[in-house]
């Protein structure tokens, strides 16, 4: 089991420019989150979908949109990045009936 | 909604020293408690968890960590660290939602 992938593991942006980061996780869990960590701040949820079909706000979703493309993908897009947006972003999974999430290795975004 | 302090941002030990990583949290319920650790330039994996039952629960790689309900923490400890115990260790609550602390860099020397 690859458990969960991440692409791209490092990109850089131009203020203004969109991009979709991707994630995918093979142990057939039900919720998928997206996190941003910033340096002092630890973790900050940006969306999480609980199940396919469903996607809710998490802590700091301005800016992101998501999608939950199937039980196993779920994408996070900046339409129009900022500097702001400069962070290490992780996509995590969690199975029915447990509370630990399993996580991505991360994609560091450069903002500039 | 939960919150969690980690009252240490950087941690520094010798090899072999013992260490304890503090972490706190405000729940007004029931929660469940996380540490997750994170090596330089990796996601976070899981440490070890309490749900219930024992308050005194074990992890991977020769941590423990002790629940006390009456002080809302739930501290990290290792009697003797190795070099390669040098990461950033995340303390989490999950209530309806996850809720990490800022994080303590832990950093061991030779």
Redesign the interface.
Known sequence: NAGVTQTPKFQVLKTGQSMTLQCAQDMNHNSMYWYRQDPGMGLRLIYYSASEGTTDKGEVPNGYNVSRLNKREFSLRLESAAPSQTSVYFCASRGQGTYEQYFGPGTRLTVT | AQS?TQLD?QVPVFEEAPVELRCNYSSSVSV?L?W?VQYP??????LL?Y?SGSTLVKGINGFEAEFNKSQTSFHLRKPSVHISDTAEY?CAV?NN??R????TRLTVKP
């Open positions: 969690v941002s469940y996380f997750y330039n990796q996601g976070l994996q899981l968890k749900l995340f999950h939602d996850m990490f602390g800022a994080g």
